[in-house]
């Protein structure tokens, strides 16, 4: 069994697991180690416990909607989704609805989705079309918004001297990703991000990506409740038992980027610091039993004088290189091949980083209903520089009741997501009952949780 180094930190008053920290484990690197990787930002955000009711309470939600979810860029589709003139994409987001489109000048535009007439959401779905038509009177506009007619004008001579343009809300790009926002005064897409994950994902160029997988799924609670599930590791002793034997769970680096971003990065190839007498050959057979993200096949040996660690990076090296037609072991450290580096920009977008296929989370309100949400995973995959791009898949729409297993390209992450439902709808009934009427924190282990919960503060409350 390996010798792993203690990842205490210095200051007694931070505690930290007993395990190796993830940048101890860079120090083992063979390759230059990318400053966007040794960036640890050790932040401290207080200890004060969260009231039940941020999570389900009917005022809090609406709060939500008036002041948050119409400020706030968030991620629309992928630019590839919207390839030609007349491609369109609907985005509900609780109340309110986009309609977002190519126009025939080759731009994009986000219509608020109701007809001028009489209010009739335009669009229900994503689609093709050469103009936009209200399916209720057949009011109509072309693609860049402005008014095509109706088909009585002579009863609408008062609306001549009208703007009837569709009203538009803002759109930008980045990453290869469609972001767009309600508010006219936000600061821009790239000000919002930040400059340290701009910095940060030049290297890894989310753009030069396809969507290979697009689940969708309502679940039983809070959009905060399914989204901090995520960007978390340490539930994994008890929720996900079967992948501790190689996933450095309470020793996950967590930071806190600018105002609206997170990361949480946890160590794979590894066992959980809760795990005792895990020798390399029982990481590497519990990761080919139950693991969706690596190439590692179920009989694999770990070559005598080599950690399950460096094995594993070097077979994904070479699947995930042929996959995008580069040499990843002469530039790649081994944690962009094999970690779980996810980022998250507020409110309900969590890219992965790295060189892996790179897993993306999206949690929002199903409709105006605080105790469920839709959330949605894909992956996002590489290929040859200089071939042609792989068609986006479609998404797959599951019912409410049916599980992630039922889709068979999630491999073993199906069995892990499904591991979360059986705790999610339950946080939210038990959160409805609880005498303390508080969630209590980790100070860091879930740090970016209580990050999410103050940005959102500063979009309810301001400065008061």
Request: with cysteine.
């Amino acid at each position: 069994m390996a010798e792993y180094k203690t990842g205490l930190a210095a200051d007694p008053d931070k505690p930290r697991s007993n395990g190796i920290s993830y940048q101890e484990l860079l120090d083992q690197e063979v390759v230059p180690v990318p400053d966007s990787l040794r960036t640890s930002t050790d932040t401290y955000l207080g200890s004060e416990d969260l009231p039940v009711s941020r999570y389900v309470s009917r005022e809090f939600h609406d709060l939500e909607v008036e002041r948050m979810w119409n400020r706030t860029w968030q991620v629309v589709c992928r630019e590839t989704e919207l390839a030609n003139p007349g491609d369109y994409v609907v985005y509900d987001i609780a109340r309110y609805s986009l309609l977002v489109v190519r126009t025939e000048a080759g731009e994009v535009k986000a219509f608020h989705n109701a007809c001028l007439h009489r209010g009739r959401q335009l669009k229900d779905c994503d689609g093709q079309a050469d103009y936009i038509r209200c399916p209720f009177h057949g009011f109509s506009w072309n693609l860049d918004g402005g008014f095509k007619g109706s088909p009585c004008p002579w009863d609408f001579k008062h609306l001549e001297a009208v703007d009837m343009s569709l009203p538009e809300a803002r759109v930008d790009f980045w990453a290869g990703w469609v972001f767009t926002n309600m508010d006219e005064d936000a600061p821009s897409l790239a000000e919002y991000i930040g400059p340290t994950m701009l910095a940060h994902f030049e290297r890894w160029d989310l753009a030069s990506t396809y969507k290979a997988l697009h689940v969708r799924r309502v679940i039983g609670c809070n959009w905060k409740v399914g989204f901090e599930a995520f960007i978390e590791s340490w539930h994994s002793l008890d929720t996900h038992p079967q992948i501790t034997p190689y996933t450095a769970d309470s020793n996950s680096q967590y930071d806190i980027f600018d105002e609206h971003v997170s990361r949480t990065i946890t160590a794979m190839g590894v066992p959980s610091p809760h795990k005792r007498g895990v020798g390399e050959q029982d990481v590497m057979d519990a990761l080919a039993q139950t693991s969706g993200r690596m190439a590692i096949d179920e009989v694999a040996r770990v070559p005598e004088g080599m950690t399950a660690r460096e094995f594993m990076a070097d077979t994904n090296y070479a699947e995930f290189g042929a996959m995008s037609g580069r040499d990843l072991a002469s530039f790649a450290t081994r944690s962009e091949v094999l970690d779980a580096i996810l980022y998250s920009i507020f409110p309900n977008f969590a890219p992965w980083a790295g060189f892996n296929p790179n897993i993306v989370y999206r949690f929002r309100p199903n409709g105006d209903d605080p105790d469920s949400c839709v959330m949605e995973v894909m992956m996002m995959m590489r290929f040859p520089e200089g071939s042609e791009r792989p068609a986006d898949a479609p998404v797959i729409e599951l019912r409410p009741e049916q599980p992630f297993t039922d889709v068979e390209e999630l491999g073993a992450l199906g069995d892990v997501f499904e591991q979360d439902m059986c705790n999610l709808p339950y946080v939210q009934k038990g959160m409805k009952q609880t005498k303390k009427g508080a969630v209590s924190l980790g100070n860091y282990q879930e740090i970016r949780i209580r990050h999410l919960h103050q940005v959102l503060d500063r979009y309810l409350y301001g400065d008061q």
